[in-house]
């Protein structure tokens, strides 16, 4: 079986698009979940999320909203998600990455990594919170990045 076109082959044998659509900083309900269906429907089929950005469930909604629609299928989605900080003790990990999957309800995930290679207090990534990122008014303060290399 060839390689398809525009991935990069792992070592494992399956293939990573090259080009995936980040969901961090979401901040309007709905805003990221319709980015997520808009970008499927639009040829993407990389997702690249995380639980500390806590949109997982909207997320999920959206994804199961695009598979009932039947002509994208989770196994044609690669779906990358990230541990956060503060659950590098083993006995946390594979109870955040249950979790990850539970509320993506996408059964699997085809990559998941640790976020930072650097560990912080145990915590429950619901409980860290991003208000530094906004204004007294709640206007992000920081403007998303997008880098091509």
Request: aromatic share 8%; net charge negative; charged share 20%.
């Given at each position: ?9 792992l070592n494992d044998g399956n293939n990573i698009p090259i080009i995936g659509l980040g969901t961090y900083n979401g901040a309007i309900p709905g805003e ?118």
């Amino acid at each position: 079986m060839s390689q398809p076109k525009n991935t990069f082959k792992l070592n494992d044998g399956n293939n990573i698009p090259i080009i995936g659509l980040g969901t961090y900083n979401g901040a309007i309900p709905g805003e990221v979940g319709n980015a997520v269906k808009i970008a499927l429907k639009n040829g993407y089929r990389h997702i690249d999320g995380a639980a500390i950005y806590l949109n997982e469930k909207e997320i999920g909604n959206s994804l199961k909203e695009i598979f009932e629609e039947g002509e994208i299928k989770r196994k044609d989605i690669f779906y990358v998600s990230k541990l956060w900080n503060s659950c590098h003790n083993s006995n946390l990990v594979i109870k955040h990455c249950e979790k990850t999957i539970k509320d993506l309800g996408i059964g699997y995930l085809d990559l998941y990594l640790i976020h930072w290679p650097i560990a912080f207090e145990n915590a429950n990534p619901s409980d860290v919170t991003t208000d530094w990122l906004n204004d007294e008014n709640g206007n992000p303060i920081i403007a998303p990045v997008s880098v091509v290399i």
